[in-house]
């Protein structure tokens, strides 16, 4: 049973960042290779129920203690549990739309690794531009490395402390003191953990290497259609100049619509993802920065961990912005390809009108800018990582506020 290995069209292995070659590790939201055999796929479906099994049981347990602080009036216990409870149902929504979806996910992937991976063999100083853009996110998986190492470090404390503590607030319906018990629901505690957390920073590592990698294949369309129409001016063969741009255009249109295509398969991949990670992201932020502001010292991992929400939810929004600014310039492209120059100097006006018909086509395709959406709710651009912000501070104002007068009183 091997996992899914990212290979160009030629064979090559693709070297994977760090956070993208441990969230290769996950065996839920990372597809199996497509050599994996029959038994293989089966053991690989058991695993994956009986991770939402454990999903589910760590639902029941730490829904009850939601429910028994909230029946307790106790507003900072009740926001203690509530960002683990929320990233864990936002988890197995994810978890539940990538089974259902794991062949559709294969291929695109395998796709992606073909046909829009930028080869750095091949295109060193755009692969090199394109790899510098996830910088931060790479930035962002670190932070969330800390928050994952921060709470697995509870239960080597809790031995030092002779305690039987769990990772995480939760209450059982059952004693679980005996160690028979204990031990293998801690064991599943680690699991859990490690499987979200390698899914926050994995999969927004996967689609913010999608993003820039087709921002870099719209841009290199956009530098080799005006080097070979620099060739053409000049050639400057004069009975074939308006010919010549014609036939560059459509080569360079069938690209373009090639690229397009993708951007539809990467919008239909991850629309539904994309709408319950920003869903959830607004009441997450809300209860990171209330339990990282009213005890900061105690509740440093919180604060980390809104760190690094903030920033890869402005960083993905600036990725999306800008691969939308520049499948916006597209129509720009096509307009800006010296065909008034072309048209001066040739000799054929059949071959010039056509030119003409065919540059106005091209403007008309490329006149709406791609975005990644949400369900077509919303589009994933920094203006919504911003509103998400904004609302999130809004949330936090409104518990501050209610703090202060359960104090007063």
């Known amino acids: 049973m091997v996992r899914y290995v990212p290979r160009l069209a030629d064979g090559h292995r693709v070297k994977l960042a760090c956070p993208l070659a441990l969230f290769r590790l996950?065996?839920?939201?990372?597809?199996?290779?497509?050599?994996?055999g029959r038994w293989g796929r089966y053991l690989d479906r058991l695993l994956a129920v009986v991770g939402c099994l454990l999903f589910l049981q760590h639902n029941d347990a730490e829904l009850r203690y939601l429910r028994l602080e909230a029946s307790n009036l106790n507003?900072?216990?009740?926001?203690?549990?509530?960002?683990?409870?929320?990233?864990?149902?936002?988890?197995?929504f994810r978890s539940l739309h990538i089974l259902l979806h794991f062949e559709e996910l294969q291929q695109f992937l395998q796709s992606f690794y073909f046909t829009i991976y930028i080869d750095p063999r091949?295109?060193?100083e755009m692969f090199r531009r394109v790899d510098g853009k996830m910088?931060?996110?790479?930035?962002?998986?670190?932070?969330?490395?800390a928050v994952i190492s921060g709470y697995l470090i509870s239960p080597v404390l809790s031995v030092i402390n002779k305690r039987k503590d769990f990772l995480?607030?939760?209450?059982?319906?059952?004693?679980?003191?005996?160690?028979?018990?204990?031990?293998?629901?801690?064991?599943?505690?680690?699991?859990?953990?490690?499987?979200?957390?390698?899914?926050?920073?994995?999969?927004?590592?996967?689609?913010?290497?999608?993003?820039?990698?087709?921002?870099?294949?719209y841009l290199l369309l956009k530098r080799d259609l005006e080097e070979s129409i620099q060739t053409i001016l000049a050639d400057r063969q004069r009975p074939h100049m308006a010919r010549q741009l014609k036939e560059l255009i459509i080569k360079t249109l069938r690209k373009n619509v090639a690229l397009n295509k993708f951007g539809e398969q990467l919008e239909s991949q991850y629309t539904v993802r994309v709408f319950i990670m920003f869903a959830f992201a607004a009441g997450l932020l809300c209860a990171l920065s209330f339990k990282a502001y009213t005890n900061p010292m105690a509740n440093y991992i919180y604060a980390i961990w809104f760190g690094a929400k903030t920033v890869e939810l402005l960083s993905l929004g600036q990725l999306g912005t800008?691969?939308?600014y520049t499948t916006d310039s597209l129509s720009s492209m096509?307009?800006?390809?010296?065909?008034?120059q072309v048209l001066e100097h040739s000799t054929n006006p059949?071959?010039?009108?056509?030119?003409?018909k065919l540059i106005n086509l091209a403007i008309e395709m490329n006149s709406k800018p791609f975005y990644v959406t949400g369900l077509k709710y919303f589009r994933v651009s920094l203006q919504a990582g911003l509103k998400i912000l904004q609302a999130s501070f809004s949330y936090f104002t409104f518990l501050t506020s209610m703090q202060r007068r359960q104090m007063s009183n």
């Open 135 to 145: 910088l931060v996110n790479r930035m962002v998986s670190a932070m969330y490395g």
């Open 168 to 217: 995480y607030s939760m209450i059982f319906p059952f004693n679980t003191e005996p160690l028979s018990i204990f031990i293998p629901l801690l064991l599943s505690n680690m699991w859990v953990g490690i499987i979200i957390d390698s899914m926050m920073f994995g999969e927004t590592s996967l689609l913010c290497e999608l993003i820039v990698h087709l921002n870099g294949r």
């Open 26 to 36: 996950n065996h839920i939201f990372w597809p199996l290779d497509p050599s994996t």
């Open 75 to 92: 507003m900072d216990a009740f926001l203690t549990g509530m960002p683990t409870y929320l990233i864990l149902v936002e988890a197995q």
């Open 334 to 340: 096509y307009y800006l390809t010296h065909w008034e």
């Open 322 to 324: 800008t691969l939308a």
């Open 122 to 124: 091949k295109e060193p």
């Open 350 to 356: 059949q071959e010039n009108l056509r030119l003409l």
